[in-house]
């Protein structure tokens, strides 16, 4: 059972990257996936989820706007697309499964983190 997220590196200001979330050893489809990251100096915080079925997200109001969760369940994947980002957007980004999206820190499945550096 493995989440592993990938897609980080440097990027500049204004660009953008896709994260990807992907499961092996059991399906995401029952799961809400979570994003979280943490930046340095600071506490792992949850910036976005999108629901199993429905496919509802939610985003932290900071990212609304340039960030989008999406899934493909058919992939066993989950993505998040990072448009516009700024120094501030520096991080170590992960992913989880989870029952609801509560956000909480003890999700049901922890994934590997991807470095996500915003710099010029």
């Known amino acids: 059972v493995q989440l592993q997220a990938s897609g980080g590196g440097l990027e500049q200001p204004g660009g953008s990257l896709r994260l990807s979330c992907a499961a092996s050893?059991?399906?995401?489809?029952?799961?809400?996936i979570v994003w979280f990251r943490q930046a340095p100096g600071k506490e792992r915080e949850a910036i976005s989820c999108i629901t199993d079925t429905e496919g509802r997200t939610y985003y932290i109001e900071a990212l609304r706007g340039r960030f989008t969760i999406s899934r493909d369940n058919a992939k066993n994947t989950g993505y998040l697309q990072m448009n516009n980002l700024s120094p501030e957007d520096t991080a170590g980004y992960y992913c989880a499964a989870d029952l609801y999206c509560t956000g909480r820190s003890t999700p049901r499945y922890w994934g590997q983190g991807t470095l996500v550096t915003v710099s010029s």
């Open positions: 050893g059991f399906t995401l489809d029952p799961y809400a």
